[in-house]
């Protein structure tokens, strides 16, 4: 496990397809609060929630996280992360993890996985995670994000389009998936070394990332490397629609 990494949950009131997100319930408590919890339990010496609302800050209460009252016009949660990093004066080398604030569901054991992934990993200043795609749905689904990687695991690309494409099998038939190749869905789990994002935040957006709506592809595009680690078990999911809401508490409750 990394040692002295930090845990950022950057959460936003307004979200567009739905408004005060993480302070709806899920099992009876404001989602932000089981973000929280997750990010408590994992082996992070500091856990800080960023939010421009102060509601969202105070139902962190009692979590044993800090709160941070960041600015309003930041565009994604990559800028509140390095609102936060910037005052706290946290030292380049840090590993800060980003979880973001409406995954109620990611295990604790993925927050320590890819903090230790970027700690033991000098050549690259960013990491995060994917799993096997197991449904040929998954993979034509756009809202889906795959990746590919090259032998050591380095990030080729980030896509929603079908990746990759396997010409042969599915000139054929799209119904299955080829065994010959292994598909990845990317995990929205990031590690990041404090000094990495301040230079990060320094290019502009790149073509491909505004054509894709991915972040991540702004790092590759300016020449530097993102390592991803196969998830050592699945998240349950992310909460994007009111429907995702009972979908995270029925996980919970399989969860134990």
Known sequence: MAKGFKVVIPARYGSSRLPGKPLLEIAGEPMIRHVVARACASGADEVVVASDDARILEACAGLGAATQLTATEHRSGTERVAEVIATRGWEADTVVVNLQGDEPCMPAALIDQVASDLAGCEGAGMATLA??????????????????????????????????????????????????????????????????????????????????????????????????????????????????LGRAEAWMHEDG
């Open 131 to 244: 799993s096997p795609i197991r449904r040929v749905e998954a993979l034509f689904d756009p809202h889906v994000v795959k990746v590919v990687t090259d032998v050591k695991g380095f990030a080729l690309y980030f896509s929603r389009a079908p990746l990759p494409w396997h010409r042969d099998e599915f000139l054929g038939s799209r119904a299955s998936l080829p065994e010959s190749v292994t598909f990845l869905r990317h995990i929205g789990l990031y590690a990041y070394r404090a000094g990495f994002l301040e230079r990060y935040l320094a290019w502009p957006p790149a073509p491909l990332e505004v054509a894709e709506s991915l972040e991540q592809l702004r790092v590759l595009w300016h020449g530097e490397r993102i390592h991803v680690g196969i998830a050592e078990r699945t998240p349950g999911p992310g909460v994007d629609t009111r429907e995702d």
